[in-house]
């Protein structure tokens, strides 16, 4: 068995940004969740719910900071968050009563699903895990959750990447729809 | 010319059976790979170019055959040292040609595309043995000249030119007087492309 040598690594870590990419992730970052953030507080509010999830904090690394990567793609994002939505509701009804099964069914299950269609997404992993530790506020939605905060939620967040990416000259997004 | 510098054109399928064979999931689109890899080419070939220099990669000492020797001595000389050409020596010791198996097979009458099946065949149905007329000649009958040659300094760009402009496989590494340095082939010029990475 090989493992130590396996552990020591075998290349270097790719170089940093320019500053101008540090700049555009900025941009995007700040203006997506902004925009997820006020309309929470315009629209969602009204209907008592909570827009804004941790997640998404993931997702804007990606969709604003790591945008050639696949895991960045429309498909992932949006396939990856309400799958991961859905597996979580369904964890919790299934063994919500022992929190620490439902959690590590949900994400695990999650992580399953995102890869067999092809929609991995690593923010649907947390997304998966908030159906089950987010509390009552979250339960209550039921499989709603999918919908609101998560599947509009995200739906925001590629809007916006779809705008500022494309107009930084030197990036373009998505490389692919489906 | 620009045609033969092109990188090994990769298509997408390529790049997909590739991430399959890799297994796990790798954060990484074909099309952003296939970028990468073309312009990694380009940077990579220019290094080699700008950089490297005839005498890093010549092979040295280089086997020298005399004019003054016969086919058959000369024969015999590069069949020992396993060479399929070599450069030709004057009584000075300055290079004055170059010989190949090409310069045999002309001599014998074969056109300069033919190869060892040709004799074979020749042999076999002319039923007379082509190789006997090489006796009581000489290498300097027969040996391609004026020898095409570079310097121990010459880049590697312009040996691969002189390599592509003559048609020519093989090439000698001259100091200033003309006194034989090294050799490189098309051989050692492909295989120092892997070197350092």
């Not at chain 1, 629209?43 to 945008?67: H, K, P, Q």
């Not at chain 2, 059976?17 to 689109?29: E, F, R």
């Not at chain 2, 005399?66 to 004057?90: C, Q, R, W, Y």
Request: net charge neutral.
């Amino acid at each position: 068995m090989n493992i130590f040598g396996k552990m020591k690594g075998t290349t270097q870590s790719p170089p940093r940004v320019g500053s101008s990419e540090v700049v555009w992730s900025w941009i995007g970052a700040f203006l997506g969740i902004a925009l997820v953030g006020s309309f929470q507080s315009l629209i969602v509010d009204s209907i008592d719910r909570n827009l804004l999830i941790g997640s998404f904090g993931a997702t804007a690394v990606l969709v604003y900071g790591a945008i050639r990567s696949p895991l960045a793609q429309p498909r992932n994002v949006l396939g990856g968050h309400v799958l991961s939505a859905i597996v979580g509701v369904l964890s919790f009804q299934i063994a919500g009563d022992i929190t620490w099964l439902a959690a590590a069914l949900a994400v695990s299950t999650a992580i399953a699903l995102m890869h067999v269609t092809k929609t991995l997404h690593p923010p649907g992993g947390a997304t998966a895990l908030i159906a089950v530790i987010g509390g009552d506020s979250i339960h209550n939605l039921g499989y709603f959750y999918a919908l609101i905060p998560v599947g509009l939620g995200a739906i925001l967040l590629l809007a916006v990447a779809l705008v500022v990416n494309n107009m930084a000259g030197k990036r373009r997004y998505p490389e692919f729809w489906l | 010319m620009k045609k033969q510098c092109d990188p090994l054109m990769l298509t997408d399928d390529d790049i997909l059976d590739a991430m399959q064979a890799l297994q796990g999931y790798v954060d990484i689109t074909p099309g952003t790979f296939k970028e990468i890899y073309s312009i990694s080419y380009d940077l990579a070939l220019k290094r080699i170019r700008s950089l490297g220099k005839a005498e890093e990669i010549m092979t040295a000492p280089v086997h020298c055959l005399n004019k003054e020797m016969s086919l058959t001595e000369a024969a015999s000389f590069m069949a020992e040292h396993g060479i399929s050409g070599a450069p030709v020596v004057d009584g000075k010791g300055i290079v004055c040609g170059v010989i190949s198996e090409k310069d045999f097979l002309r001599k014998m009458g074969l056109p300069t595309t033919a190869g060892i099946m040709s004799v074979v065949g020749e042999c076999l149905t002319v039923n007379k043995c082509l190789v006997s007329g090489l006796r009581d000649h000489y290498v300097h009958e027969i040996m391609s000249q004026p020898p095409i040659s570079a310097r121990e300094e010459t880049t590697l760009a312009e040996i691969s030119q002189l390599f592509t402009n003559h048609s020519i496989n093989r090439i000698p590494i001259c100091n200033m007087d003309g006194f034989p340095l090294g050799i490189i082939t098309r051989s050692d010029l492909v295989s120092s492309m892997c070197q350092t990475v």
